[in-house]
């Protein structure tokens, strides 16, 4: 769990990292936020980004590896520091962080794609987060891209979030390790396919290893077969690639070039928009919730 | 070419069908409404809905099937008759016509399809169109759901398109027809795959032929994922289907009954909205049109 004060400016004066508790989710934001003004921070309002299907209300309805406990987190956060607090999905707080201070331009529609573990996504019209009749909008990582395709968490195949997550990185790293057990990806693993992570994959790659590389562009075609889609659908000025996946940015090229050669091969009669990578990295979630938060206040 | 006198309750007091010149839209555009014209009507704006993509200004950007001629249909239409004019594409105006005056319920957003030649579609946010950047969003049809599925005729393949439109039920048609070719598409279409259209299909499984049930089915079930895709991205009050292929109540069951399973079955922890069958059927377009033309006079 990070926490940090942040500015009207959208910059970090101070930030905190936890350990995250994944039986105890509010508690662990709560115990963060704690640290941080115990180190003196001045703090008006609080955001809190969680990896959830937030409701229209800010309240937490479905949360897939954490537990929340109650699912008014705002209330129970609020409770505590006697604050106005703004609860939203991560990644619609980290769109709303590069629309505002990152790489955004005030573009719109600008769509966001984070790809860690999962895939997030969000849509902003105008600079605000679209949400969709219950909140729930903006899940592109299970649009479905290939029937046959690999299993995903979530129960269906070729997912997205099965072909370009850095998990979907980490599985091609080592199905490519099995085809060449000589590989740099077998060497850096020990040839033990638990340890092949996207990160792993990724430093095999900048090392100039072929079956590294070649699973990383695959993940960014796929990206890009999906971003097609995308852009009939919903047609944005602007798409914005985050997350632990292109936290490099010599190695998100690798993705991103990819991404958007597939991209447009897949449109007809129409050019795709710009395919850009987030500026803000791992703090994109926390500048977006301090940015949502001032909103409520000002509100 | 259809024309038709609407009131502003999306009435409509006088229809004309004109045959379509696929080399002289707009000129056909003209006469339809010369000919509504001289029978009497007293109009005071006019909508136009292409089968085109339509950009923020109302022009025709790019039309796969029919020449429009110049781009600004619109101005070429206003010069002859004088009367302000709207244009937009199909599928939008479809939308707006079934949200004010059809199946809508001023559900927000609404999220509609149009099932027909190929698929088209709309996404209406507090009751307006969602045009995207460029006014090109709203193109469903060609998200990719199966990379090894059928070839589409945008070049790629397994777009929904090729999956669930009327022209993909009649390839469907042809395919079963040949695995048993004594069955009642075969019989119908005297063994011609050529003959085999949606239509044909349809009145097969209304006769109980359970290949043509079977097909139409399978349509419904691909819908049903692409549905699922669009469900997680945009989280939509209602979506509604219309199009011929949804053209008769009872055989639009067989498609829509397997679409909502296959759409619930591809959701993870949410339900999905109502799927519901359009009202307007083949007059949504010319509907949508006459509201948003009169929508202009207004504004």
Redesign the interface.
């Known amino acids: 769990v990070s926490a940090a004060a942040v500015d009207s400016s959208g910059r970090i004066k101070k930030k905190v990292v936890s350990p995250t508790d994944p039986e105890a989710g509010t508690a662990s934001v709560i115990a963060s936020v704690e640290k941080l003004l115990a180190s003196g921070c001045d703090v008006t309002a609080i955001g809190v980004g969680v990896a959830a ?1 937030v409701d229209l209300d800010g309240k937490v ?2 949360s ?1 590896n954490l537990s929340y406990g109650e699912p008014d987190v705002g209330r129970a956060v609020g409770a505590k520091f006697g604050l106005p607090v703004a609860v939203d999905n991560d990644a619609n707080l980290a769109a709303l962080a590069e629309f505002r201070f990152g790489v955004g331009r005030q ?3 600008m769509l966001m794609l984070t790809l860690g573990t999962g895939v997030g ?1 969000a ?1 902003l ?1 105008d600079g605000e987060v ?20 690999p299993a995903c968490a ?3 195949k ?1 997912c997205l979030e099965a072909l370009s997550s850095g998990t979907a990185i980490a599985r091609m790293g080592a199905e490519a390790m099995s085809r060449y057990p000589d590989g740099l990806i077998g060497r850096l693993s020990g040839g033990d396919p638990s340890k092949v992570s996207g990160e792993l994959v990724a430093d095999a790659a900048a090392s100039g290893d072929d079956s590294a590389r070649q699973v990383i562009a695959d993940a960014g075609r796929w990206l890009g ?1 999906g971003l ?3 852009v ?6 602007l798409i914005v690639i985050g997350g632990g996946v292109v936290s490099d940015g010599d190695m998100s090229q690798l993705l991103l070039e990819p991404a958007r050669s597939a991209m447009q091969d ?1 449109l ?3 050019s795709g ?1 710009e395919v850009i990578r987030a500026r803000l990295g791992n703090d994109a979630g926390m500048i977006g919730a301090a940015a949502m938060a001032a909103d409520l206040k000002r509100a």
Chains 1, 2 share one sequence.
Do not use: W
């Open positions: 299907f309805v479905f897939p573009a719109s529609p996504g849509l019209i679209y949400r969709g009749a219950n909140g729930l909008a903006g899940e592109f990582g299970h649009m479905v891209v290939s029937t046959n395709g979530c129960g269906k070729g077969l097609a889609g995308l009939d659908a919903l047609d944005p000025a897949g007809v009669g129409r928009p």
